[in-house]
């Protein structure tokens, strides 16, 4: 039996419903690595820091290289 051909409108709709379900997941994803995060800020006392400096420490520490950032603060 001959199989027809599938149209690019199929596609379409097939790529769409896909990119639906990706985009659900990355949110879920983000969700976890949110909670994750979250915890670990719990565990090393960082809520006492405001959302702002911390996020001020974080960019600065990505632009200098976490490694170097760690160097930086560690002792001597």
């Given amino acids: 039996m001959a199989r027809s051909k599938p149209s690019a409108r199929n596609a379409l709709k097939k790529l ?3 990119r639906e379900e990706l985009d ?8 976890e690595a949110a909670a ?5 800020l719990l565990e090393c006392g960082a ?3 405001e ?8 960019r ?3 632009t200098i290289g976490i490694d170097d ?4 603060l560690s002792p001597a």
């Fill in 16 to 18: 769409r419903e896909q």
């Fill in 24 to 31: 659900a997941q990355e949110a879920r994803l983000r969700d």
């Fill in 36 to 40: 994750e995060l979250g915890k670990v």
């Fill in 47 to 49: 809520e006492t820091i």
């Fill in 51 to 58: 959302p702002a400096q911390l996020k001020q420490l974080i």
């Fill in 60 to 62: 600065e520490s990505l």
């Fill in 69 to 72: 950032a760690l160097k930086r």
